[in-house]
């Protein structure tokens, strides 16, 4: 397998509050890097599109930043979530549980390995 | 909520452009630091990592740009370097950008104006309570319309109608009001209890009237208006309970309206009633006289102004047996009101528009010229990466910032062309409050700016962004001629333009053709100096023929010793009077049947000399002819060559319309006299007022000098006589003559002055194409030239280009003008809507103007310097 999935607008917003909320405030690369190997690799996040999607949760309160010294001591913005942005990732995460478990209901798990 | 945040976040961001541009750039390199440092721990080059780093982002500048579209409002940001963008070219263009803001605001200037009037006419709702509900009934006779109504079916309407909640009358009377010592001639209005209540206003002071005031035998009581208040009475405020007298009657004030009430009067004119006394007095219990008066009606929830007419023409036909010559007439009260002169108004409102629309043909066409010399601009942005949308946008914001300033500068011609609007058509203006710029005008003058603006904008503008990038950056944009599209675009702009020219111009041609015929009329008499001033003698003091005769003959005498005064005469019916007393089924001695209707006025014997009516056989009265003597006529030409065709009339008789076995005998023949300029002068009696009394004369006075000087001098005579008998109405007969033709002469010099606008317009817009296209062929004249064809050729060429353009519009302009000036046939007086003359005449100044406008040009291209122009290249 190798060709790397895209990866979506709207689930890369989750994925990116997903990572903040396991790792703590992070850098625009490090979110980059982790959801890169979280996902094995599977997934090519085009780094380019990662900043508006920040910006994009920024504008909307969910997550918050701030300059800082990343680990090579340079100067780095840090993300952060904010309680508005834990609430919405849980309520978030829920929707997408239930999606995928309408899904999964489509498409047993016989077909899916074909 | 959240989409508020976001909204909120991205306009704060267009305040920290730089800030957040600086800071973005920081973070990104950030991010290529840790990225180029993982990839130099994994073995790569500094430069491959680099390389790699910036390949994994998808380039910087592109990630910055999606940033900042994210980030703030790029429509908006797009929007303001356009603005900012057609700013500086507007200033860099002074000349072009005064052109055509000038061109436009002349144009929507000349719209809003006509618009405001419209506005404050036709569509402000009246200032009464639920006025879309108010109705007006009238009748029709005969199938002719009678804007009254009479009082028995009033009655019936009211009491039995099932489609009108409320229904209430009015009516205009006019009396002497006398106060100590003094007197003067007012109009009141008289009104029925539920009459106030229906328009929803309460006195300001007092009440309304009571039921037993507004029934037959009632006590004498007063409403006063708020002006009548204020003005005669110094706004006293225990005015209630106290008394006027009107015609030598006191009646009792019982109440004061506010201030600014108004009432449409029957003949369109701003009425102010100064007072109104209850309906009822009119009526008498025992005579059961009917009067015509003004029924206004309220719809029932649900009910049309069908199912009223349907109702109430029931109740005519059945209730009240009135035969089916009678018809109901129901319409809304607003469009009642304004059925005068909305005719008018959207006479001017086409007119102002075609003024408009030829104003954005001629904008139109300065674009397209200026697109022409902006395709190398267009070219290299086109070429740097700019889409044909985003080219399209910045255009059309061009044109709409130009659109809008002409806009604002249309609104400045507005507020000043208003004011002359008003002072010009008041006297014909129903409108109860100021005609005011207001929100609807404010928004129709932006939408017309804005919509003008796309208009005018959009053909420059796909033109422009429409273009072949390679081709217009290798030609220099000089030199060649246009391609056939745009060129044929054009053509096509300047015959519209002729067409829009020849259509104004047809109309104004038809309205003046019509004043000066009209104008030109001879009425039968002398109008110079002569005053006129009209008495309603009080009947109560003035009861017996011989009482009121001899004021009038007292007051003669008195005015005629006035120095500065040569003959002072009375009349019952002076031309542009609106009374006028028509007697039908006179009976002619010797003739078998009853004549159709003629004409009587009562005249002092000097009357035919003061205006001049000429004698045209047998003699006028003397001061013989009075009571007691034998009864005697005069007849004017129509009514002799009606009745009397073959064969002299004088000694024959006429049986007296007031006597029985009595016979008036003619003794003279006059001139016709025409009332009005428009209509003939109908067969006319002149009856010696020695021998035939009346209450309402009007005193003709003939003077040396200025008439109107004379007026205090013979007002104090008459009060001499008896100073309760105030004159009203005094004019001089040059001014009755003058507000006569006021309405038709500002409809005319108002249609006069956008037809020439539109000349104007037209011809500028014919030279504006021509030298635009002298201009762009400059090398190729230069070339026939350098080869010997003959300056005369190159003026012909041009020429015939010129006028090809300007026949074809004409043709067009000829269609279209037979076919619209239909529509002011009514209009006009002894001109038809299709007059030839008219027509040629017209053409014949569009072939002049158009001949002078495309003159230049081509004199120009002939006169060009075939080495100069080649040289340049």
Same mark, same amino acid.
């Given at each position: 397998?190798?060709?790397?999935?895209?990866?979506?607008?709207? !689930?890369?917003?989750?994925?990116?509050?997903? !990572?903040?909320?396991?790792?703590?405030?992070?850098?625009?690369?490090?979110?980059?890097?982790?959801?890169? !190997?979280?996902?094995?690799?599977?997934?090519?996040?085009?780094?380019?599109?990662?900043?508006?999607?920040?910006?994009?949760?920024?504008?909307?309160?969910?997550?918050?930043?701030?300059?800082?010294?990343?680990?090579?001591?340079?100067?780095?913005?840090?993300?952060?979530?904010?309680?508005?942005?834990?609430?919405?990732?849980?309520?978030?995460?829920?929707?997408?549980?239930?999606?995928?478990?309408?899904?999964?209901?489509?498409?047993?798990?016989?077909?899916?390995?074909? | 909520? *959240? *989409?508020?945040?976001?909204?909120?976040?991205?306009?704060?961001?267009?305040?920290?452009?730089?800030?957040?541009? *600086?800071?973005?750039?920081?973070?990104?390199?950030?991010?290529?630091?840790?990225?180029?440092?993982? =990839?130099?721990?994994?073995?790569?080059?500094?430069? +491959?990592?680099?390389?790699?780093?910036?390949? #994994?982002?998808?380039?910087?500048?592109?990630?910055?740009?999606?940033?900042?579209?994210?980030?703030?409002?790029?429509?908006?940001?797009?929007?303001?370097?356009?603005?900012?963008?057609?700013?500086?070219?507007?200033?860099?263009?002074?000349?072009?950008?005064?052109?055509?803001?000038?061109?436009?605001?002349?144009?929507?200037?000349?719209?809003?104006?006509?618009?405001?009037?419209?506005?404050?006419?036709?569509?402000?709702?009246?200032?009464?309570?639920?006025?879309? /509900?108010?109705?007006?009934?009238?009748?029709?006779? &005969?199938?002719?319309?009678?804007?009254?109504?009479?009082?028995?079916?009033?009655?019936?309407?009211?009491?039995?109608?099932?489609?009108?909640?409320?229904?209430?009358?009015?009516?205009?009377?006019?009396?002497?009001?006398?106060?100590?010592?003094?007197?003067?001639?007012?109009?009141?209005?008289?009104?029925?209890?539920?009459?106030? @209540?229906?328009?929803?206003?309460?006195?300001?002071?007092? /009440?309304?009237?009571?039921?037993?005031?507004?029934?037959?035998?009632?006590?004498?009581?007063?409403?006063?208006?708020?002006?009548?208040?204020?003005?005669?009475?110094?706004?006293?405020?225990?005015?209630? &309970?106290?008394?006027?007298?009107?015609?030598?009657?006191?009646?009792?004030?019982? &109440?004061?309206?506010?201030?600014?009430?108004?009432?449409?009067?029957?003949?369109?004119?701003?009425?102010?009633?100064?007072?109104?006394?209850?309906?009822?007095?009119?009526?008498?219990?025992?005579? /059961?006289?009917?009067?015509?008066?003004?029924?206004?009606?309220?719809?029932?929830?649900?009910?049309?102004?069908?199912?009223?007419?349907?109702?109430?023409?029931?109740?005519?036909?059945?209730?009240?047996?009135?035969?089916?010559?009678?018809?109901?007439?129901?319409?809304?009260?607003?469009?009642?009101?304004?059925? &005068?002169?909305?005719?008018?108004?959207?006479?001017?409102?086409?007119?102002? =528009?075609?003024?408009?629309?030829?104003?954005?043909?001629?904008?139109?066409?300065?674009?397209?010229?200026?697109?022409?010399? /902006?395709?190398? +601009?267009?070219?290299?942005?086109?070429?740097?990466?700019?889409?044909?949308?985003?080219?399209?946008?910045?255009?059309?914001?061009?044109?709409?910032?130009?659109?809008?300033?002409?806009?604002?500068?249309?609104?400045?011609?507005?507020?000043?062309?208003?004011?002359?609007?008003?002072?010009?058509?008041?006297?014909?203006?129903?409108?109860? @409050?100021?005609?005011?710029?207001?929100?609807?005008?404010?928004? %129709?003058?932006?939408?017309?700016?804005?919509?003008?603006?796309?208009?005018?904008?959009?053909?420059?503008?796909?033109?422009?962004?429409?273009?072949?990038?390679?081709?217009?950056?290798?030609?220099?944009?000089?030199?060649?001629?246009? =391609?056939?599209?745009?060129?044929?675009?054009?053509?096509?702009? $300047?015959?519209?333009?002729?067409?829009?020219?020849?259509?104004?111009?047809?109309?104004?041609?038809? %309205?003046?053709?019509?004043?000066?015929?009209?104008?030109?009329?001879?009425?039968?008499?002398?109008?110079?100096?002569?005053?006129?001033?009209?008495?309603?003698?009080?009947?109560?003091?003035?009861?017996?023929?011989?009482?009121?005769?001899?004021?009038?003959?007292?007051?003669?005498?008195?005015?005629?010793?006035?120095?500065?005064?040569?003959?002072?005469?009375?009349?019952?019916?002076?031309?542009?009077?609106?009374?006028?007393?028509?007697?039908?089924?006179?009976?002619?001695? =010797?003739?078998?049947?009853?004549?159709?209707? $003629?004409?009587?006025?009562?005249?002092?014997?000097?009357?035919?000399?003061?205006?001049?009516?000429?004698?045209?056989?047998?003699?006028?009265?003397?001061?013989?002819?009075? @009571?007691?003597?034998?009864?005697?006529?005069?007849?004017?030409?129509?009514?002799?060559?009606? %009745?009397?065709?073959?064969?002299?009339?004088?000694?024959?008789?006429?049986?007296?319309?007031?006597? +029985?076995?009595?016979?008036?005998?003619?003794?003279? $023949?006059?001139?016709?006299?025409?009332?009005?300029?428009?209509?003939?002068?109908?067969?006319?009696?002149?009856?010696?007022?020695?021998?035939?009394?009346?209450?309402?004369?009007?005193?003709? $006075?003939?003077?040396?000098?200025?008439?109107?000087?004379?007026?205090?001098?013979?007002?104090?005579?008459?009060?001499?006589?008896?100073?309760?008998?105030?004159?009203?109405?005094?004019?001089?007969?040059?001014?009755?003559? @003058?507000?006569? %033709?006021?309405?038709?002469?500002?409809?005319?010099?108002?249609?006069?002055?956008?037809?020439?606008?539109?000349?104007?317009?037209?011809?500028?817009?014919?030279?504006?194409?021509?030298?635009?296209?002298?201009?762009?062929?400059?090398?190729?004249?230069?070339?026939?030239?350098?080869?010997?064809?003959?300056?005369?050729?190159?003026?012909?060429?041009?020429?015939?280009?010129?006028?090809?353009?300007?026949?074809?519009?004409?043709?067009?302009?000829?269609?279209?003008?037979?076919?619209?000036?239909?529509?002011?046939?009514?209009?006009?007086?002894?001109?038809?809507?299709?007059?030839?003359?008219?027509?040629?005449?017209?053409?014949?100044?569009?072939?002049?103007?158009?001949?002078?406008?495309?003159?230049?040009?081509?004199?120009?291209?002939?006169?060009?310097?075939?080495?100069?122009?080649? #040289?340049?290249?």
């Amino acid at each position: 397998m190798n060709k790397k999935a895209d990866v979506w607008q709207g !689930t890369l917003a989750l994925m990116v509050l997903r !990572t903040l909320h396991a790792l703590g405030p992070l850098h625009g690369y490090g979110i980059a890097r982790r959801i890169e !190997t979280t996902s094995g690799d599977l997934l090519s996040v085009n780094y380019g599109t990662l900043y508006p999607a920040l910006l994009k949760l920024e504008q909307e309160g969910y997550i918050a930043s701030e300059w800082g010294l990343s680990e090579n001591k340079r100067k780095a913005k840090f993300y952060k979530l904010t309680a508005a942005g834990r609430k919405h990732l849980t309520r978030e995460a829920r929707e997408w549980e239930r999606m995928t478990g309408i899904m999964a209901r489509f498409l047993p798990p016989a077909e899916q390995t074909s | 909520m *959240r *989409r508020a945040r976001v909204w909120f976040r991205r306009v704060l961001s267009l305040f920290q452009r730089g800030r957040l541009d *600086r800071e973005f750039a920081e973070e990104l390199e950030s991010h290529l630091q840790l990225h180029v440092g993982d =990839g130099i721990r994994s073995g790569l080059s500094p430069e +491959e990592a680099r390389r790699q780093a910036v390949l #994994r982002l998808g380039g910087i500048e592109p990630v910055k740009e999606r940033q900042r579209d994210r980030r703030g409002l790029p429509f908006l940001e797009s929007l303001g370097r356009d603005l900012a963008y057609a700013a500086r070219m507007m200033r860099s263009h002074p000349g072009f950008t005064a052109t055509v803001i000038l061109t436009l605001g002349l144009g929507i200037g000349a719209t809003t104006a006509i618009f405001t009037v419209v506005n404050g006419v036709l569509l402000r709702p009246l200032p009464y309570l639920q006025p879309d /509900r108010l109705v007006y009934v009238s009748e029709t006779l &005969g199938g002719r319309p009678n804007p009254f109504t009479y009082t028995r079916d009033y009655a019936a309407f009211r009491d039995h109608n099932r489609t009108l909640s409320q229904i209430a009358g009015y009516m205009f009377f006019a009396a002497n009001f006398t106060r100590g010592d003094r007197s003067e001639r007012i109009t009141g209005g008289l009104a029925t209890r539920s009459f106030f @209540d229906l328009l929803g206003v309460q006195p300001a002071l007092g /009440r309304n009237f009571l039921p037993e005031e507004d029934s037959p035998g009632g006590p004498p009581v007063a409403i006063l208006s708020g002006e009548f208040w204020r003005n005669r009475l110094g706004a006293d405020p225990s005015v209630v &309970g106290r008394s006027v007298i009107l015609d030598g009657r006191s009646y009792n004030i019982v &109440g004061v309206l506010p201030r600014g009430f108004r009432v449409p009067g029957q003949y369109g004119g701003d009425y102010t009633f100064a007072l109104w006394l209850p309906f009822a007095i009119t009526q008498n219990r025992a005579a /059961r006289n009917e009067i015509m008066l003004c029924a206004v009606g309220r719809l029932k929830p649900g009910a049309t102004l069908q199912q009223v007419r349907a109702d109430l023409d029931a109740l005519q036909q059945v209730k009240l047996r009135r035969g089916i010559q009678k018809g109901i007439v129901v319409s809304e009260w607003q469009n009642e009101i304004t059925h &005068g002169v909305r005719r008018s108004l959207l006479i001017f409102l086409c007119a102002a =528009g075609f003024v408009l629309l030829m104003a954005c043909i001629n904008v139109a066409n300065l674009l397209l010229s200026r697109a022409a010399t /902006r395709e190398r +601009e267009m070219g290299i942005r086109r070429a740097i990466g700019a889409g044909r949308r985003r080219i399209l946008q910045q255009l059309l914001t061009e044109s709409a910032l130009f659109g809008l300033l002409g806009g604002m500068l249309g609104l400045a011609f507005a507020y000043w062309g208003k004011s002359i609007l008003v002072a010009f058509l008041a006297p014909n203006l129903p409108s109860l @409050d100021p005609i005011l710029i207001d929100r609807g005008v404010l928004f %129709f003058n932006i939408s017309v700016a804005v919509l003008t603006g796309i208009a005018f904008g959009l053909a420059p503008a796909l033109q422009t962004s429409n273009f072949d990038v390679m081709r217009s950056l290798k030609e220099s944009g000089r030199g060649s001629s246009d =391609g056939r599209s745009p060129q044929r675009i054009r053509s096509m702009l $300047v015959v519209s333009e002729v067409a829009l020219a020849m259509v104004l111009l047809s109309g104004a041609g038809l %309205f003046l053709k019509s004043f000066f015929r009209l104008r030109s009329v001879d009425g039968g008499y002398k109008s110079d100096h002569i005053l006129m001033m009209t008495l309603d003698l009080t009947a109560s003091k003035y009861k017996t023929a011989t009482d009121q005769t001899e004021f009038f003959r007292q007051a003669l005498e008195r005015i005629g010793e006035l120095p500065g005064v040569l003959a002072a005469g009375v009349t019952t019916s002076p031309p542009f009077s609106l009374y006028s007393y028509t007697l039908s089924g006179v009976i002619l001695e =010797g003739q078998p049947e009853a004549s159709t209707s $003629v004409d009587v006025a009562i005249v002092s014997p000097d009357y035919f000399r003061i205006l001049g009516i000429p004698l045209v056989r047998g003699r006028i009265f003397s001061p013989v002819d009075r @009571d007691g003597s034998p009864s005697v006529v005069v007849v004017n030409e129509s009514f002799a060559r009606r %009745f009397y065709p073959n064969g002299d009339c004088l000694g024959k008789r006429i049986q007296n319309w007031d006597k +029985e076995n009595d016979y008036k005998t003619i003794v003279g $023949v006059v001139g016709d006299v025409r009332t009005y300029p428009e209509d003939e002068a109908p067969p006319e009696i002149y009856c010696p007022y020695l021998q035939t009394a009346g209450t309402h004369m009007t005193i003709v $006075v003939r003077t040396a000098g200025d008439p109107l000087l004379m007026s205090a001098a013979v007002r104090s005579r008459i009060a001499a006589v008896d100073n309760t008998q105030p004159p009203h109405d005094i004019t001089t007969m040059e001014q009755a003559i @003058d507000e006569h %033709f006021t309405p038709r002469r500002v409809k005319m010099q108002l249609v006069v002055v956008f037809a020439v606008l539109a000349l104007i317009l037209g011809v500028v817009g014919i030279y504006g194409v021509l030298s635009y296209t002298v201009r762009r062929r400059t090398h190729e004249i230069a070339v026939r030239l350098a080869l010997g064809a003959e300056p005369t050729r190159i003026i012909g060429m041009v020429m015939s280009r010129g006028m090809g353009m300007i026949a074809s519009g004409i043709g067009i302009g000829l269609a279209a003008s037979l076919a619209l000036t239909r529509l002011i046939s009514g209009e006009l007086w002894g001109v038809s809507a299709t007059d030839p003359w008219t027509l040629a005449a017209v053409a014949l100044v569009l072939v002049a103007s158009g001949l002078a406008a495309c003159l230049m040009p081509a004199l120009r291209a002939a006169r060009a310097d075939p080495m100069a122009s080649l #040289r340049r290249e």
